[in-house]
């Protein structure tokens, strides 16, 4: 024997309870036909089982339906009535109550919170529930509800199923409204924390019940029409989703983009309701269709209404046909009187509507799964074991371990939780030209399959709200581009937010980035921070203008050095050549050949062995310079000395002495370099904190001490040559060139001096082009202030030279 509880009716009479007597049965109102299919249902699984003879030979299934009327504590009473084997009777009957034998399973009940109570209560009795439409993910669980089983997926997958599917569409700004039931309530839970993980945020989310007040219906519209988000997500019952739609015509609230659950995304009695065309273009799960042969032709094939009738299914044949009984009031305008003997030829309404036939499988399936549980209990071959004592613990073990497939070759099983399989079909409502809306299947969803490949939707023939072909936009705030970040906006949803512009160095690549990530030191943003692009590199080179033109001037002082040089070696035997020891002279030509020609190491891309060359190379060439200049001036001091009677200063200071003289002072600058080579030298170097764009390529120092004591005996050497010359800058006119060695020093230290800052506060390219600039232009004070005067008296006033006039001269103003 199996139960059913089914609710052929939706709707009950309020009654005030005094309390002074039994309450009286509720009385049922508002008929619903598909309580009559799932029956129809049911029947006709039962005689096609007691018509096999491969599934329960020689035994016959019988049933035991009752109407829970969408009732709870009607759905626990009749649930009691089958547990215990009681016959539900009237509070008022005096019938002795009688004790058939109890079922072996229920079929039931279609809404959760019937099934939860129904669960509750005959649990500890171990009898079977299976339901066909109870989706609540909270009846999974297995210590509250140990005998719940069902044949449609928990909301578990479809409320996550959901939250992928708004994800899909780049929806992130929804609102929600459920059934304040535990359909409702848990499915939206769950849907709500799933969307959270996937960065979907609920404008609002409110709930209802059919019975609700209309003052709380209003707060709901009002909150509708408050709302900027476009798209409404709901978990409702098709009877809630009536009362809201009428709601939302009186208001003029039309447009929105509806996304459904299984509850009513394809009954066609929602879409015939929705006359206004307000769901049009929704979206939403629903059971994978089916087709079960011989079903509908059974389900239509209704037998003579007899004289035996109850007051239920005479109400059920006076709806369907719309006509009365005699027995009945005089019938209304436009009804003709009852036979019994109807057929539903021509008859169109929600009992002939076949498009819930999914569900109807879900039925059938959960007949089929007691069957093969009694089936394997009492050891069916060709025939069953009549002597096995059925046992409710037993038959509930067995069907939790059963796997069959139907005739139509689907499997049937049941997990740990008494779940079914999730697979759902992606369904869109497509208005047609005659006002009918298509169940169009636009996807599938597989939650047995891996996360990324559980969503397949066809975007393309998808329409949505107001006839339209292009997906809704319903976002707080757009999408942040490449090279912004999101900043959340304060006391709102993390989906409302600003979009801020990367700051310099830093990147965002992705839309709706909410960080920018900083770029490689050897890299920099581009203008649009979306992408790091390789620095420039900055050295001082030869291509650009003012390499070039430092370039030019070493080598226009290398010429000139040359040109001097030669001059003076074509006039070496002269007396202004020979006057003031031309070897030192030469000597200091070849150093300023070389001081000009170090500063071009100074140019092109720093390697290591142009670092480690351009400043020893500068600081050994200029000591060797300046020490031929200081030997110049000693000279000429002894010189004068040694004009004086009876001195003997010059064989102290003689050609030797001043030979050594200038070995020495340029050893002691070799030794230098050498410890600062050795100890810590310089090496190329990318500074990246100049400039945030840019990469200057420059020699680091390696030793601060290193160099500033390179640049600082060269300095004291020039103090030194600087102060002798002053000494000497009063001696006779024609003998004397401390005054030119004395200005040349001048302009030698007043370069160096502001060298210097110039040196410390320059950027990049710039310090070295200092650097270069202060070696020639104290390389061109020297060759100019030495030299030039010189190459003027032997090129131009070559009168004047010769030894007459300047010893004469030279007495005369002594």
Sequence with gaps: MLGGIFSFNLLWKDRQDTYMHKPLPLQCTSLNFRGFQYAQVMLFAIEEINNSTDLLPGISLGYKIYDACASISRGVRVALALATGNELVSALSGTACTRPAPVQAIMGETFSSPCMAIATVIGPFHIPLISHFATCACLSDKTKYPSFLRTIPSDYYQ?????????????????????????????MATFTETAQQLGICLEYSVSFFRTDPPDKMQKIIDIIKASTSKVIVTFLSPTELYVIMQELFHHNLTGYQWVGTEAWIFDSQTAVNDRHHILDGAIGLSIPKAHVSGMREFMLDLKPLNSSRNKLFTEFWETLFNCKFKQSKSPAVNQSECTGHEDLTGVQNSFTDMSLMPIFYNVYKGVYAVAHALHSVLSCNKTCNNKVQLNSFTILQRIKNIRFKTKEGDEVYFNENGDPAAKYEIINWQPTENGIVDFVPVGLYDASLPADKQLNVKNKIIIWAQNSQQVPLSVCSEKCPPGTRKV??????????????????????????????????????????????????????????????LTAASLTGTCMTALVAFIFFRYRQTPIVRANNSELSFLLLFSLTLCFLCSLTFIGRPSEWSCMLRHTAFGITFVLCISCVLGKTIVVLMAFRATLPGSNVMKWFGPAQQRLSVLGFTLIQVVICILWLTISPPFPFKNFKTFNDKIILECALGSAVGFWAVLGYIGLLAKLCFFLAFLARKLPDNFNEAKFITFSMLIFCAVWITFIPAYVSSPGKFSVAVEIFAILASSFGLLICVFIPKCYIILLKPEKNTKKNMMGKGRSKS
């Design 159 to 187: 409320s996550r199923a959901l939250a992928q599917l708004v994800k899909h569409f780049g929806w992130t700004w929804v609102g929600a409204i459920r059934t304040n039931d535990d359909y409702g309530n848990n499915g």
């Design 488 to 549: 959340l906006q304060k006391g709102k949803p993390v989906c409302c937010y600003d979009c801020l512009r990367c700051a310099e160095g830093e990147i965002s690549n992705i839309t709706d980035s909410i960080t920018c990530v900083s770029c490689d030191p050897e890299f920099w943003s581009n203008e649009r921070k979306d992408a790091c692009v390789k620095k420039e590199a900055e050295f001082l080179s030869y291509e650009e203008i003012m390499g070039a033109l």
